[in-house]
């Protein structure tokens, strides 16, 4: 029998290649771009692995293209671009890469609140434009962060990272999540609130929860009218958590001061959406992992996950039930 045969259809660091190569044959396509639907269910016809981002969407249609299939190895924490139920019908492993992300994606969300806060983009557009006159009195007033509340929605492992972070800046901290954490609650000082009390009280409210059937669009008019005028929404979980349209119009009618924005329901933004002319929207384009270092062993990690399940062995992150 020859070797399992795994398909990369993006580009990963060259040591997760040769790593792979030594337990597979490796379908690498060194592409920065997603390859065409067509070229994609073609690797994907011929493997029995896929190490993939989540910007692939491995579902029923996918699935059905795929007779060999054992494994799907995920280079993200976050995996709604996976049908597990499906896949763990078919019997197909999936994995996912927690924790080697953590830090990195929770300094991304604390640096994408404080420029929503200090308005730095939006400086750096002013001076950068030729619009710099001079030291105004009022010039780009923004809101304190040091010493206000944060408001974190979804306290898994990124949420208490954040938590750390916003203990330096001396803020008050209140959490949401299904359980209780009591051993942060002790060590960082937290306060566990229900989503409405955290909605009302915080000054910045930052959305750390998976995309699943219960969280999709839990951000509505409803909650995004509970929050204090003054206050900011960031979101660097994933877009559909927020229904987009009541977001616009509480921006728009300033319901709420900003938002922080590194996901979107749909990526990426297309030209002529209200939130790239909103100067009280800070946009990134998906980047809360985005360091060399994290993005290299979040690779490595999903290879190591392959590697175990092409060996008959139970992956680390083993995603299905
Ligand atoms: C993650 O790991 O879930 C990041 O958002 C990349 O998709």
């Not at 890469?97 to 929503?116: H, Q």
């Not at 009280?201 to 929050?227: C, H, Y």
């Not at 590194?262 to 209200?274: M, N, R, S, T, Y």
């Amino acid at each position: 029998m020859g070797k399992p045969v795994v398909f990369i259809p993006s580009r990963v660091p060259e040591e997760t290649v040769q790593y792979l190569s030594t337990v597979a044959d490796v379908d690498y396509r060194d592409e920065e771009e997603m390859l065409d639907e067509e070229d994609f269910l073609e690797g994907v016809s011929r493997a029995d692995g896929l190490l993939i981002y989540s910007r692939n969407k491995i579902k029923h249609d996918v699935l059905e293209r795929a007779p060999k299939l054992k494994a799907v190895c995920n280079i993200a924490v976050g995996y709604d671009n996976l049908d597990l139920e499906d896949l763990t019908r078919r019997g197909i492993a999936a994995t996912n890469t927690p924790d080697v992300l953590t830090e990195t994606t929770a300094d991304l969300a604390f640096g994408l609140l404080i420029a929503a806060a200090r308005r730095i983009p939006e400086a750096d557009h002013y001076v950068k434009s030729g619009q710099w006159s001079g030291w105004l009195p009022s010039l780009m007033l923004g809101k304190d962060v040091y010493g206000a509340t944060l408001g974190i929605v979804g306290y898994g492992r990124i949420g208490s990272a954040i938590a750390r972070r916003a203990r330096g800046f001396e803020m008050k901290v209140l959490y949401c999540n299904p359980e209780r954490i009591l051993g942060d609650e002790q060590q960082l000082g937290l306060e566990y609130a229900s989503l409405d009390v955290l909605l009302r009280r915080s000054d910045f409210v930052l959305l750390q929860v998976p995309l699943t059937p219960r969280t999709w669009g839990m951000i509505g008019e409803r909650e995004l009218a509970l929050m204090k005028k003054d206050a900011f929404l960031i979101n660097s979980s994933r877009g559909g958590v927020v229904n987009e349209d009541a977001l616009i119009k509480a921006l728009t009618e300033q319901w709420i001061a900003g938002a922080g924005l590194d996901v979107f329901a749909q990526e990426p933004l297309l030209a002529g959406h209200p939130f790239l002319t909103m100067k009280n929207v800070v946009t990134l384009p998906h980047i809360g992992s985005a360091t060399r270092e994290t993005r290299a062993a979040m690779a490595m990690k999903a290879a190591v996950n392959m590697a175990f399940i092409l060996r008959g062995e139970r992956p680390a992150n083993l995603l299905n039930p």
